[in-house]
């Protein structure tokens, strides 16, 4: 019974951050990040986020995604900052389009840094030099 009760606990806590969340997002503007990490096991994970030091302790702690759970400790290899949470999740689902290879070759050239991501994130990948054969490539 404890159990039951614990659980009613966590959903109204999980509701009430929620809220402070909605709350706190109407009184600020959010910075939202499309990032790479490298974990132990050598894997890549991409993701976004609006804390990046938090969700990186996430991650480090087992509490990520649950790619990351046992993989950790995870590295960051990059990150860019965004204004729109749409800007940070269309680069995402490019960045998850690519191979392994390109996504190595990525960290290695590396895309344009975090104040030349204006507009749409799509229209940075196509303009980095390294990146416009694989991106013309894949129709992304």
């Known amino acids: 019974m404890g159990f039951a009760g614990d659980m009613v606990f966590y959903i109204e ?11 706190q997002s109407q009184s600020e503007v959010l910075t939202f990040f499309t990032y790479i990490v ?14 990046l030091k938090n969700r990186l302790n996430a991650h ?11 993989r950790g400790p995870v590295q960051l290899m990059a990150s860019w900052k965004h204004e729109s949470k749409t ?4 680069l995402e689902y490019a960045l998850k389009k690519l ?15 975090d104040n030349t991501l204006m507009g749409s994130a799509m229209s940075s990948l196509v303009s980095c ?8 490539r894949r129709k992304l």
């Open 13 to 23: 806590s999980k509701r009430e951050k929620n809220r402070q969340v909605a709350k």
């Open 38 to 51: 490298r974990c132990s096991d050598s894997t890549l994970y991409i993701g976004w986020t609006i804390d």
């Open 60 to 70: 480090n702690e087992g509490r990520g995604a649950k790619y990351t759970r046992g």
């Open 87 to 90: 800007e940070a999740m269309r």
């Open 99 to 113: 191979s392994r290879r390109e996504k190595e070759e990525l960290l290695k050239t590396g895309l344009p840094p």
């Open 129 to 136: 030099e390294p990146l416009r054969k694989l991106i013309s």
